[in-house]
């Protein structure tokens, strides 16, 4: 298909080109966001380690990493602001109706930001020449903003879920209150999965670099440092989250029913409803599942196998989301979030039993597989999160066709940033790329392992 086919595909103007774009550039930023949000409390653990025994090993993979992080926030700063604009340009009936109730977190979240840019350049600056004390300090707020700026950017989607604090009388918005907007009831649920997400994506991503090394014969304590490390925080990350997914499905439950029908294929209310897993959705009808749970979705919600759980019967066929996709995309997360789990469990149990990692291949092989896998989960459950609330971009309140800037020609913009994120992706993984070849400035103790490549 050629890219004219592709604009009259999405529609120039149209609600699809305008979700097209933003999702794909969504999709694409949150992977960067997820390691700013992570990356930072593991250089500082690793320099902080390396301080206090005095181990090259560590040293090296504190500056290395740090490296790293310099190169992926300027990378995550660039397609943040590209977001910034689409929100406006994409979005306008939105923005314009609604921006009084929306734009704290934002306002918030810059600050965030600028706070975590100007300490990440002095800790950057700083080494070697700040004291070693000092220079680790240094590194603090850059771990506070980067969790603080994930906060807010969620608060704001959060309160799309839903939407507090405003009143609309007479077509115009009345008695705004932002921080009753903030801090709505999806607001604490959903952050802290984002937040959990973020760690685990981190841990997980930067550790399959590693395994892929290690399973290239690097096996030194170098590189099973970089695989360790990064691996505790996904692992004990992970049962963390499957908690927390719970609450969250449970506040969507009790906000979005639509979006829980979706996500479990559901089209009957009533009682004693089975939990599905698999299948595709058609004709008022979930087929083909892969596992069917008698009493199961009403003893996860209500720990009652009579409890009652509304299904999509209830909503008016026009007001549905796209059952499938939403249900497969939910399937996808839980499922790899439970095998990421079993991957927790096997390395806990190694480690319990002989102070060590498993010596499999198998294992290296999973532990590189599960960096993929994790920033699938996480875009997963980004797709349940927001397709599972159409038609609405305001749930209940602001439809998607209300909200698209009606001009013309926005299915270019699509084009433009498939260009542009193409070019992006190739330079960060170059750039990447290079850094792990290219030996770091070393202090005298480090210099035996300086030239040490990641991968």
């Known amino acids: 298909m050629g890219s004219a086919d592709l604009l009259l595909a999405v529609g120039v103007g149209s609600p699809v080109a305008a979700r097209s774009q933003m999702g794909f550039s969504l999709g694409w930023h949150i992977i960067v966001a997820c390691l700013g949000v992570g990356m930072p409390a593991l250089v500082l653990f690793v320099q902080w380690r390396g301080q206090r025994t005095g181990d090259a090993s560590y040293q090296l993979l504190a500056r290395r990493w740090a490296r790293a992080l310099g190169v992926l926030f300027a990378v995550g700063a660039v397609s943040g602001t590209i977001l910034s604009f689409e929100m406006g340009v994409l979005w306008s009936g939105l923005m314009d109706n609604y921006g009084a109730v929306i734009g704290l977190p934002f306002a918030i979240e810059g600050f965030a930001f600028f706070i975590e840019a100007i300490f990440l350049g002095i800790y950057l ?74 760690f685990m994506v981190t841990g997980f991503l930067m550790a399959s670099v590693y395994a892929v090394a290690m399973l290239r014969g690097r096996r030194d304590r170098y590189h099973r440092l970089g695989l360790l490390i990064p691996l505790v925080l996904g692992v004990v990350a992970a049962p963390v989250q499957i908690v927390v997914g719970d609450w969250a499905a449970h506040s969507v439950a009790a906000e979005q029913p639509a979006k829980l029908a979706a996500m479990e294929g559901l089209f009957r209310s009533g009682t004693h409803v089975p939990l599905t897993v698999g299948g595709y959705y058609s004709g008022d009808a979930l087929h083909g599942a892969l596992l069917h749970i008698p009493d199961g979705l009403s003893l996860l919600l209500y720990l009652d196998p009579g409890g009652y759980v509304a299904g999509l019967d209830r909503v008016p066929a026009g007001l549905r989301p796209p059952v499938t996709i939403v249900h497969l995309a939910f399937d996808t ?73 009606p001009a013309p020609g926005l299915g270019w913009g699509l084009a433009a940033v498939l260009a542009v994120y193409t070019v992006l992706t190739v330079a960060t993984v170059y750039v990447l790329r290079w850094l792990a070849r290219t030996p770091v400035p070393a202090a005298p103790q480090e210099r035996d392992v300086a030239s040490y490549p990641v991968g």
Not at 162 to 185: E, K, Y
Not at 368 to 376: C, W
Not at 384 to 401: A, F, K
């Open 125 to 198: 600056y700083g080494w070697d020449r700040l004291a070693p004390r000092t220079h680790l300090l240094s590194g603090l707020p850059i771990v506070v903003a980067g969790v603080a700026s994930a906060f807010f950017v969620v608060c704001a989607n959060a309160w799309m879920n839903s939407p507090r604090g405003f009143t609309v009388r007479d077509g115009r918005l009345v008695g705004v209150s932002p921080w009753a907007a903030m801090f709505n009831p999806a607001t604490w649920p959903e952050t802290s999965h984002m937040i959990l997400a973020a």
């Open 333 to 405: 997360m839980v499922g790899i979030g439970f095998a990421l789990l079993a991957l927790g469990v096997w390395v806990g149990f190694c480690w319990w039993r002989h102070r060590d990692l498993p010596r499999s291949r198998w294992f290296l092989r999973a532990v590189a597989a599960s960096g993929v896998a994790a920033v699938a989960a996480m875009e997963a459950g980004w797709v349940t999160t927001e397709v599972g609330r159409q038609p609405w971009i305001v749930y209940q309140v602001l439809q998607v066709s209300d909200a698209v800037n």
